[in-house]
């Protein structure tokens, strides 16, 4: 899964997204850079007790993601990150 442009990449371009990923592992990312054994398994549970899964997003709720996307990219904050040159 492509973390590092998962807005882009997953929730823009697929319509979903992760709810409930737990607050203290944000933001979403590769599970192998989240942390130590304890962070890992906060994750395993929520995800085993479904409070966090994936949920598919309306039109509308997609439309205004896409748009707060690029209102923060606009201000400065790495939402789209571009990929690395191949040399």
Known sequence: ?????Y????VEHYGV???GW???LLPVRNPS???GR???QLLINTLIIETCKWMKLTEEELADRITSNHARQAAGETIYKPR???T
């Open 1 to 5: 899964m492509n973390y590092t442009n």
């Open 7 to 10: 807005e882009h990449a997953i």
């Open 17 to 19: 997204e992760l709810k």
């Open 22 to 24: 737990p607050f203290k």
């Open 33 to 35: 850079r989240i942390g």
């Open 38 to 40: 304890k962070s890992v």
């Open 84 to 86: 690395k040159t191949r």
